[in-house]
DNA sequence: CGAACGTTTGAGATGACTCAAGCGTTGTGG
DNA sequence: CCACAACGCTTGAGTCATCTCAAACGTTCG
């Protein structure tokens, strides 16, 4: 089932059975993509969304000097760009971080899913704003947060997020991206992100190397970060289980 | 009308006569606010979204010593927490900072109308995402831009947007907030801002003063801010006005 | 007239940046 | 199989943007 990830464990928003088939349907085919590949413009018109089933992958923003700001990191289980379904045009562009497999939906699909299907159809409108809801957490970072705090809250984000995806046991995980990455994600230079996971290895809070993560302090981490989870509007469940019963393996 | 400028010269899903007729019928009541009243928050079960008529509104994140992060200015027209509806708790505050008015819709008339028509329920959707676009070009706007740049960022943006709601002619227009709201969207200090404004004052590009925004140079201040209105979705006839041809009034 | 609020300015501290160089690992072609 | 290129990580030294703390000023309103 391409549509495992889609959804699980958000809040009151599980797919019915008969939902997720239909969804399994629309799929009109599953690509594996090169790292680093782009896959939509800004600007461009599209005809497909695309969901994450296998890596990580991006949105983001260069600027005039080519420097570059990340507005969205997704992981498997995220519908990508989902909204360039009633948005048409994107205004940023879309990039696989990792190799990366993926299921294309085309729109004419998910237009009839509106018609016939509205309760599914009020679940994909919600899956959308909690990429929204992710936006302003990161808004919060970014404004708010110092080097150090900024980093912290982002790798207890992405935990929590592959926790709940069945890819992190709340304290490692592999996350194929470089510290330039994460400099472009925090709004920090690479050189200052390296000395901020210094930091962080010293107080012995988290360790990132060579792509794998791993979380000594997960509640210290999330303090250091202002990191309260409830904006990803996962089940109280889950969530429960996130500080205290990890429940699944290393991807 | 009190939906005449909701999504009014939007991208090709401006409202058909009898969906803004559906739209009206659902507003339950029409309120008057005062300044600096918070309206809904984060955590809070609810059960109708404000549509803004009047006044300036805002949604916000405080951290924990008590700084905020803004995360979203609304401006007349806009479907304030519409996102409330899918998402039934929101993940931050909203608050008026101007007086203002604003029409109340109820969720359950919105269930019926996304049963109803579809086509009015995608419009709905659309909403939702242009906030969700405004983040991106605010995370952007955070992560990659200096001071200056910041604060001519967002006021190019809050400019176009008055521009397309009728409220400015592209260089002047009323904004009722002060110099501490700016430093809360642009994550800096007020009197950082402060700073900053006379910077723009002595570089003639823009005039801040008792809530009157003057735009002495709006392709300047653009550019110093490297905004680019795509990310706002406005019709293309609009958006060439933006730079060329003002059409409406001083609000 | 005084209180409250927003704006303005100064001086000094500091967090993050820039520039520059060196190091370690990986993959590849001679 | 070695050599080297490419890439990412690490560290140092100096600079600069923004912050902090503090005080004064102007305006509005009761």
Request: aromatic letters at 6%.
């Amino acid at each position: 089932m391409f549509t495992e990830r889609f959804l699980r464990d958000k809040r009151g928003v599980s797919l019915e059975l008969a939902e997720r088939q239909r969804l399994e349907r629309a799929i009109s085919e599953v690509l594996t993509l090169e790292p680093r590949t782009t896959i939509a413009r800004a600007g461009e018109r599209l005809h497909q969304s695309t969901l994450l089933i296998e890596g990580i992958m991006s949105r983001y923003i260069d600027d005039r000097n080519g420097l570059r700001q990340l507005v969205a990191v997704h992981v498997p289980g995220d519908f990508v760009d989902l909204h360039a379904f009633p948005l048409q045009t994107l205004d940023h562009d879309v990039a696989t971080m990792t190799a990366a497999t993926v299921a294309i939906v085309p729109h004419a699909e998910l237009e009839t899913i509106t018609l016939e299907m509205p309760a599914l159809a009020r679940k994909l409108w919600f899956a959308t704003l909690i990429d929204a809801s992710i936006h302003r957490a990161w808004l919060f970072r970014l404004g708010r947060l110092d080097a150090v705090g900024r980093v912290a809250h982002f790798l207890a984000e992405i935990n929590a997020r592959l926790v709940s995806a069945g890819l992190s046991d709340g304290r490692r995980f592999a996350l194929g991206i470089t510290q330039a990455d994460l400099a472009e994600i925090c709004g920090l230079t690479n050189v200052h992100v390296n000395r901020v996971m210094r930091q962080l290895r010293e107080e012995r809070l988290c360790v990132f190397r060579s792509s794998l993560v791993e979380i000594l302090k997960p509640e210290a981490l999330a303090a250091r970060g202002q990191f309260d989870p409830s904006y990803l509007y996962i089940d109280d469940r889950t969530h429960a289980s996130l500080s205290s019963h990890p429940r699944s393996a290393l991807s």
